[in-house]
């Protein structure tokens, strides 16, 4: 959140470059904006030409396109960011998608699993991938990756590849940041509860008994906002987080806490 003093964010990020993957909405479209109010040239990517140029015009940066799931797209996002700026210094990897057919494991079928593996999860290996060796030659680095409150609990209102592959990105985080932490690299889950994006929006208007279903486990009583999760977001890439590394780092409302949820 903003410093309560001056209610504008800190200039923690002066001159460092920071990727965000599916910048052009939700919690990426926030973090753009939080990021380059705190100093970062930000590179937006995204696969939707129009809303991902948005974003980076909105914030004086660069667009450029990207399909997660393909290999030279990622390869070729990192490249130009350090060719652009000279240097790979944050990396938010934030695309996910969360389709209707994925749902209980007796109603999904192989392909909306797949699907979902791939831009959930494999993406976030080649991000990792052809971002850590910039930030390796460089002897720093911070590396954020979306998992999920659903990737440390269970879910009876099931959406099986998602949660399976949150699972996978937090344990892939948790690998990366002990093996390159005396490199200088951090790498970091971030564990979002409830967001109310566009991803949310549309569970609600297609299943309002289901979204409301979650609504009722929160212990602060309500979806957080895209902006809440960019000042995490912020804080992570940031030098005031630089003895944090491979954690879980929770931003759900005390779901992850509570026993019982209060009156």
């Known amino acids: ?41 930000v590179v937006v990517a995204d696969i939707d030409p129009v809303a991902g140029k948005a974003a980076a015009d909105e914030v004086g940066g660069l667009f450029v396109p990207v399909d997660v799931t393909n290999e030279e797209d990622v390869k070729r996002l990192y490249a130009i960011t350090r060719e652009t700026h000279g240097r790979v210094d944050i990396a938010f990897n934030n695309a996910g998608i969360s389709p209707p057919d994925d749902a209980s494991i007796l109603d999904t079928g192989i392909d909306a699993w797949r699907k979902v593996q791939e831009v959930n999860l494999t993406s976030v290996f080649y991000c990792c991938k052809y971002a850590l060796p910039h930030m390796l030659e460089a002897g720093k680095g911070s590396i954020i990756n979306t998992a999920s409150f659903v990737a440390v609990m269970g879910a009876a209102t099931s959406q099986i590849s998602y949660s399976a592959s949150k699972g996978g990105v937090l344990a892939m985080s948790r690998e990366l940041g002990v ?12 564990c979002p509860g409830p967001v109310n994006t566009p991803l949310l929006q549309e569970l609600f208007a297609r299943d309002p008994e289901r979204a409301a279903r979650r609504l009722v486990h929160i212990p602060l009583g309500r979806f957080a906002e895209p902006e809440e999760l960019a000042g995490a977001v912020a804080f992570l890439a940031s030098d005031d987080s630089s003895f944090i590394t491979a954690s879980t780092f929770m931003v759900d409302g005390g779901i992850s806490g509570a026993y019982v949820t209060p009156n």
């Not at 909405?25 to 753009?32: K, P, T, W």
């Open 179 to 190: 093996e390159f932490a005396r490199q200088g690299v951090r790498v970091n889950a971030l």
């Open 1 to 41: 959140m903003l410093d309560p003093v001056s209610s504008t964010p800190p200039r923690r990020l002066e001159g460092r470059s920071a990727v965000i993957t599916g910048g052009g909405s939700g919690i990426g479209l926030a973090s753009a904006r939080r990021l380059a109010a705190e100093g970062a040239h």
